[in-house]
């Protein structure tokens, strides 16, 4: 390794103008001291950066869109944060139906900017999440039903590895590493900087809905809406939030790729359910679609509250015991966005088997995550226990967690994010990063 590699980029120590700017995220919680950030303008700025880390022995960490849900992922104290969100340029190739972007364009942009000249590809609820970060663990959203989840369409990557070579990953060369990508989890192989996604003609129309009741429905609205969401037609994909007592809402949204006539019968026995205060069924322009249900935020956008998450995939419908421990979560959680959060499966996502990609919960009829929010430090371990013990009771009627919604106190991180498909990451690991350069907490360990 030359001894004259030096920094270059955007570059932002501890102490410069920004600084303080570089070092906030989505969550305040992940928030710590970094030695320096390189916002990277080129590969080759990464490929430096990585060098001079290792040559000064300093901590890395790739970050996008800021959006890591858990501690020490994106972010590292006294580290480097090699952060390419400089790069976010888009190349559509119509003729073959694929879109070149760099990684860290955000998925509302990304979408957006797609929708305009007709074309879909899936998303998920926030419109600041980073493209370079969702697509690694796999990506979930309204789509997935219909068309797959984000890493169901990578088709190829480049990537910086360890040693600063610039890799090509694509069904002909490094064919181990894009499978890893779809579904293995942020940061463990090498720094990405170029994805390229298999795209889809958007419809012209589609059918947005949205529905909400009062809390005191909880236990009604939530079995109707498990019994509903994961058989319905797959063109229909459709979340239920049950925020806090405190909060007071419960609320159902969704897309569905069809007619609004279609969609209100298709949604008859959720809205029977109960007393909804508001029912709201709309067809619009696929871009009216993306806008309504990702507005634009501001890049920046951060939450005002700290979230600790915990997530799990249902083995079966939730029995009363398991409904019990969410309305009781929910009475003790007090912050404003705590939540548990549904997503129907199903679709497209289980026509792929659970070993073709590295994304392995292919089969659970919806995805769930629990979170709570607090806004003093003081709060703090009360709301962390609580995610935990929460977790803990819960174990009886789910299996594993989704790698994008991490949470440190999983010891069987591996299994848990994986499945079966741990093994093979472990060797694709040692393969790609040998000297374990990427680790962070619940980081894949090498196995040779
Ligand atoms: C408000 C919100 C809404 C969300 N909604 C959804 C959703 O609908 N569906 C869903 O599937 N997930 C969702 N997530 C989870 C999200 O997918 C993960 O938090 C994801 O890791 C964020 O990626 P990022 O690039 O924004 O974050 P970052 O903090 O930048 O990075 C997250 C992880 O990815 C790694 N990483 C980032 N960029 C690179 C790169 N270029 N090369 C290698 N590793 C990299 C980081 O090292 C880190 O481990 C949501 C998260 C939030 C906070």
Not at 96 to 110: F, K, R, Y
Not at 209 to 235: C, G, S, T
Not at 256 to 261: A, D, E, H, M, P
Not at 366 to 382: G, H, K, M, P, V
């Amino acid at each position: 390794m030359g001894s004259k590699i030096r920094l270059t980029g955007r570059i932002i120590y501890k102490g410069d103008p920004g600084y303080e700017q570089a070092r906030q995220n989505w969550n305040p919680y992940v928030d710590t001291f970094p030695l320096v950030f390189v916002f990277a303008q080129s590969t080759k700025d990464v490929t430096n950066a990585i060098e001079w880390a290792r040559k000064n022995n300093v901590p890395i960490r790739a970050r996008s869109g800021r959006h890591a849900l858990d501690k020490n992922l994106s972010m590292v104290k006294d580290g480097i944060v090699i952060d390419v969100s400089d790069m976010k340029k888009v190349w559509l190739n119509s003729e073959q139906e694929m879109a070149i972007v760099q990684t860290d364009i955000q998925v509302g942009p990304l979408v957006k900017k797609l929708a305009k000249v007709g074309y879909m590809v899936p998303f998920g609820d926030s419109p600041t999440v980073g493209i370079g970060g969702i697509t690694m663990g796999g990506g979930m959203g309204l789509l997935q039903r219909s068309i797959g989840l984000i890493s169901d369409h990578l088709i190829e990557l480049e990537m910086v590895e360890a040693n600063g070579i610039v890799l090509n990953a694509n069904k002909n060369n490094n064919s181990d590493l894009l499978w890893a990508t779809r579904g293995g989890g942020g940061g463990n192989f090498g720094i990405n900087t170029e994805y390229c996604f298999k795209v889809h003609r958007a419809p012209t129309e589609a059918t947005v809905f949205e529905i909400i009741w009062p809390w005191n429905q909880l236990e009604k609205v939530f079995k109707a809406w498990q019994k509903w969401a994961p058989f319905v037609d797959n063109r229909l994909g459709s979340i239920l939030e049950i925020f806090s007592e405190n909060n007071g809402l419960i609320h159902a949204t969704g897309l569905f790729l069809g007619s609004k006539t279609k969609l209100s019968s298709l949604l008859e026995p959720l809205i029977s359910v109960g007393a909804p205060t508001k029912v709201f069924i709309q067809e619009l322009s696929y871009t009216n679609v993306v806008e309504y249900l990702i507005p634009n935020e501001p890049i920046t956008r951060r939450s005002e509250q700290n979230y600790k998450i915990s997530s799990a995939w249902p083995t079966r419908l939730f029995p009363d015991e398991a409904i019990k421990i969410m309305r009781s979560f929910l009475e003790e959680s007090t912050g404003t966005e705590s939540s548990f959060f549904f997503l129907n499966c199903g679709g497209a996502v289980n026509r792929i088997s659970p070993e073709a990609t590295a994304f392995f919960w292919r089969y659970p009829k919806f995805y769930l995550e629990w979170n709570t929010t607090w806004t003093q430090d003081s709060d703090a371990s009360r709301n962390l226990a609580l995610v935990s013990r929460t977790r803990q009771q819960l174990s009886p009627f789910v299996e594993g967690a989704y790698v994008n919604s991490p949470d440190q106190n999983i010891i069987n991180f591996g299994p848990d994010y994986y499945g079966t498909n741990f093994e093979r990451l472990q060797s694709i690991k040692a393969k790609y990063d040998p000297e374990n350069v990427f680790h962070f907490p619940q980081s894949i360990p090498p196995k040779f």
